[in-house]
């Protein structure tokens, strides 16, 4: 259906597409559209082109959806000039009823596509979004340009397509949980689907690099070492080999730089002989226009019968020149070796197979479930709801947390200093004494928390310190008492938190706390159900992940309690949709397990009305 | 000098270099190369070409000098699909005779040449490289490609030119210094000479899009935020302007998306429309290939009359379709409207240009001097080497740093607990006390150290303890006693040292203390001289910035003492060549400037031989 005015103009466009909608379902029919620019298919078989793009695309095996038209028609075009061949193009339009997720199933059984590709304004249903997305892309790589990543974008994005905006940092969890390959660009798409398409996937990250001119070659090392790939160290016997045709002034070390007089011969016979080292997992094939001897064409007709063959390493042409003629990019296409204008972006899709590789290999994540009386707690939010408030008191979060099966330090509301000094007898540790009060969020600020009290005197003045601070601002009868807690220390701080995405619902938090997360930002997040890879992932993808681990002879902390605890706060998101975020923090870590507690908590939500209303702040509450 | 077999074939091709050098300097002469591709200059008045390009560049406004020749040819032909013009084109070779610093000081005079573009792998002399670039880059924008930016790089620049591998952060700090644009690829050199060349900078970051597809505005918005440049809010005059011509379906604020339908005229008229806004910086035009209606080449035709104004703001072409006849690039070259093919390159073009012009804009730096008698130490360094020792005793650090104006903490070498226990007295103040051997280098690690000594039994036993340790790994002639030290506490804890770079010179470094440094690498670097304005943005570009400048309500740190100390630094590195290393960690700093201090420092140096041994560790000593 590629007529507008549906959706997309707002006002009676949306009555109109209601209406179309009736009659497709009355009928039973699939739809694709309305506003779009159609479907083609260019399998032989059919050879369908319902689309009004004025390129006819190569054949080939990636499938391209794209949620603008136009932008598909233009990568259509400059695919082209790539040599890049599609099997399939669908323009989606205003999804009104196939969306992303039908077309992925689509494409897992189609048999001509190999490599999957999607240009994205708004994601649908992600639930099902992210389990067709996470199966599919176990066996074809699906790579993703989601569009609207700054906020100004998204909102390009909403008022273009109507689709709520979504937070980007929930986009990149998300498609890092379902396996998508996310590029950022559409030059990156292209390079990613050129790598994917042609060649296999190397078995390893060592490079070695074939090339007539040193600067390039020099740039080329550069982007390896970038990207995460080696040079490869090139046998004696590889080496002595390229020394038997090489003249005298080339390197036969990695980079081979066969010089300026290379031809096609020189050529042929260097990737031959380096194909054959079992120290390289792929080979680097730079060419600068030869001076004379010989031409790009030429040189790719030399390595028909060398590439190609069944179980070869793969091979990635750089050539630097302008597209003629003589470059003969129809038979690097026909030998399938894809063609890249600069080292930088063929050693960036090399490293994005490997990575793709690296996450097909990891078992997928179990998602750990406690088994617990959601109904106990039934009775805090419609309380809640009942007094109108918008945080839970400490005393129903402490409960939550303890039935959650999360680490928590002994803790007490006790109403004088007798019972607090009571509790610090029977401990025999030091403590923590905190105002409780729903008037007061942020305790610390009016002196309403003292810690590391030690012996009767200090928890007594502690005790009416606090009081007395909180009596400057609010009154004794909304204070519910002062908080007794087991003082921990030692050990790290982390921190962990929930913020609820309208579109892909809780986003779970990781991260060090304090400055490291409000001014270094150096926190991970990933969408609920997380399970144990994922929060594994979460907490070694944070910088400061060697603190962690132990740095100066320090022994690491426990990282499976964090682990446990991660896929906890995921299971109470999903139980709990009332809670808009939550903030565990500080979450004291150590060497031993039984010494890991979580310090402080704090959850907020609407449980006044259905109303949803998003806190701006996620990690600074 | 075209001609190879000199420098880069070691050997006799050394010897014969030599010979070629006392030729040239015997008459007077200047030689470009040996081992080089040529020279071009596209002057119409000259019209020369010396050189084995196969390409005949177009006339322009950008030179290219390439210290690799087969890059430069390459360059030149990928620079004609780019329509590109260049000025001169200098293929460098082996620099025997001239180098960078003579080619850029002709290039300030040369009256065609407006951007200066450069492909280095490595830098001579960079004292006088670093005074004329950073004269130039004010009048004319130097970018330059620096490969051997990996390891792996670096080893493959040297064999190719022999020329010596520097650190690339070290290659960062001089580049910064030096006001020089540096890019990370071929492409980004391309998109930055592209827009510097042909268009002015704008004189802000607000930017109007104007499109006729909604998937390429929206990856442009993304794009502009990304790069630090901002969507252009338009004023009601020009959206109601806007609105006169444009169809009902059109988006008439930013971006403008005209639709499909637009041809030559919308185009015409919306971008005269935008030119005229106050609130517009810069215009980006975005073109998918029109389905019918209009070609590209009309739309460029259309703007003739309309950019080319003199004081006009700048204009960049987002052309996203395969380069055909249509698409009238020759057209948009001759109205120099540079043509992008993807709007992250222009935006990250953009973002350059105004880069350059605020660095432009700051005044110069200024190098403070400390005038003292350096004659005072050479003692110090005399009897060092005497001694045989590699690092300096803590009392000549000290006496270093003092008469260099550190802001140092009260401090003495005492023999005895007694004269510790005196010197408590007389302060008032808690204690940190130190060994002092030569043999013990990191005094923490085997208990060499310990601090907030209070009252007289603490520093007593503190002393004992100290000596009973030290005894274990050294003997007694080898203690020359204990340094007691005023406790320095509170306030934040940053690290200033020095490495020295065989090619820069002194590296000075700026961080915040322990796991910012060692984990988070949160470090910046600059090449002494390091004036007021470097030490400033040294503090300003780490990422914990804000945390010195005070989070929480607390107030910021002295800044402009750290200013002052890396100064210091900076100078007594430049004095002193013998030193190799120096770390002053840590620098407890506070917002009174007489409440900072540096409580540690270690200096090292061969001070035994002549011979240069670089460490392999710079920040972890």
């Known amino acids: 259906m590629i007529t507008a005015g549906f959706r997309e103009v707002g006002g009676e466009g949306v009555e ?11 009928y039973q029919m699939k739809m694709i559209g309305p506003n779009c620019m159609g479907v083609i298919n260019t399998d032989p078989q059919y050879r369908m082109n319902a689309s009004f793009s004025p390129t006819e695309p190569y054949v080939g095996n990636v499938a391209f959806v794209s949620q603008s038209g136009a932008l598909g028609v233009a990568v259509l075009e400059m695919c082209k000039a790539l040599r890049l061949g599609f099997s399939i193009f669908v323009s989606e339009g205003n999804k009104a009823d196939l969306t992303d997720s039908d077309f992925l199933e689509y494409l897992e059984q189609h048999e001509p596509t190999r490599v999957i590709t999607l240009y994205q304004e708004s994601i649908e249903d992600t639930g099902r979004f992210r389990k067709i997305a996470t199966r599919i892309s176990r066996k074809k790589p699906i790579i993703a340009l989601k569009a609207g990543r700054s906020e100004s974008g998204a909102k390009a994005a909403s008022s273009h397509t109507g689709a709520l905006a979504s937070s980007d940092l929930a986009t ?125 064409r030429m040189i790719a007709e030399g390595f028909r019968g060398i590439v190609q063959k069944p179980g070869q390493k793969p091979v990635f042409v750089v050539l630097m020149a302008q597209a003629d003629e003589s470059c003969g990019l129809e038979v690097f296409q026909e030998l399938r070796l894809p063609v890249y204008a600069y080292p930088e972006s063929a050693a960036r899709s090399i490293s994005a197979m490997l990575n793709y590789q690296q996450w097909k290999k990891k078992p997928a994540g179990k998602t750990a479930k406690v088994s617990l009386d959601k109904g106990a707690f039934r009775h805090i939010f419609a309380e809640s709801a009942a007094e109108g408030r918008e945080y839970l008191s400490s005393a129903d979060v402490q409960q939550i947390l303890k039935t959650y099966g999360f680490p928590l330090p002994f803790s007490q509301i006790v109403q004088s200093a007798d019972e607090a000094i009571a509790i610090y007898r029977e401990l025999k540790k030091p403590l923590v004494l905190k105002i409780e009060s729903e008037e007061i969020v942020h305790k610390s600020d009016i002196g309403g928390v003292r810690i590391s009290l030690k012996g009767e005197r200090e928890i007594r003045n502690g005790f009416d310190e606090i009081m007395a601070n909180a009596l400057k601002v609010t009154t004794a009868d909304r204070i519910s008492g002062v908080l007794v807690q087991e003082m921990v220390s030692g050990g790290r701080e982390v921190a962990l938190g929930m913020k609820r995405d309208p579109n892909y619902g809780p986003m779970i938090m990781f991260g060090m706390g304090g400055i490291f997360i409000e001014v270094l930002k150096d926190v991970s997040f990933r969408i609920a159900p997380v399970t144990d890879r994922d929060a594994r992932e979460m907490i070694e993808s944070i910088r400061a992940f060697p603190v962690l681990q132990g740095v100066r002879g320090e022994a690491g902390v426990h990282l499976e309690t964090i682990v446990d605890a991660i896929q906890r706060l995921s299971q109470l998101a999903l139980d709990w949709p009332q809670i808009l975020e939550m903030d565990l923090n500080p979450f004291m870590v150590s060497p031993e397990a039984d010494n890991c507690k979580i310090v402080d908590a704090f959850f907020a939500g609407i449980f006044v009305s259905k109303k949803y209303r998003l806190p701006v702040v996620l990690i600074n509450v």
Chains 1, 2 share one sequence.
């Open 16 to 26: 109109r597409e209601k209406k179309l909608m009736e009659v497709v379902r009355h």
């Open 172 to 296: 990149d969890a998300f498609f890092k949980q379902c396996g998508i390959l996310r590029v950022d660009s559409i030059e990156e798409l292209f390079e990613l689907s050129l790598g994917f398409s042609n060649q296999p996937i190397p078995r390893g990250n060592r490079l070695a690099v074939l090339t007539n001119a040193g600067g390039p070659a020099i740039l080329a090392t550069d982007a390896i070492e970038k990207y995460g790939l080696k040079m490869a160290s090139l046998s004696d016997k590889t080496q002595n080999k390229l020394r038997t045709f090489l003249p005298e002034e080339a390197a036969v070390h990695n980079p081979v730089d066969m010089i300026a007089s290379a031809n096609e011969e020189t050529y042929r016979n260097a990737l031959e002989t380096v194909l054959k080292d079992d120290r390289v997992d792929a080979v680097m094939v730079i060419i600068v226009r030869p001076p004379i001897n010989t031409t790009p």
